[in-house]
């Protein structure tokens, strides 16, 4: 699994990028993206996403589906 950032709700701040700890997150064009083949959702590292638990959105970044 990934996670996802939803673009709608992004706004751009920056803080998710520099905590992923397998740089899965890049800027893109308008928003900022997830890698989801490298993005692991920091199992094994952290109780939660580093992502998630940075953003100041809530609802920005969310658990893609299978």
Do not use: N, Q, R
Request: one cysteine or more.
């Amino acid at each position: 699994m990934a996670m996802y950032i939803v673009a709608e709700e992004c706004i751009s701040c920056g803080d998710c990028e520099p905590v992923c700890p397998t740089s899965s997150i890049t800027e893109g064009k308008v928003t900022f993206k997830i890698d989801k083949a490298s993005c692991t959702e920091c199992e094994g590292v952290y109780k939660k996403p580093k992502c998630v638990e940075v953003c100041p959105v809530d609802g920005c970044i969310l658990h893609l589906a299978a």
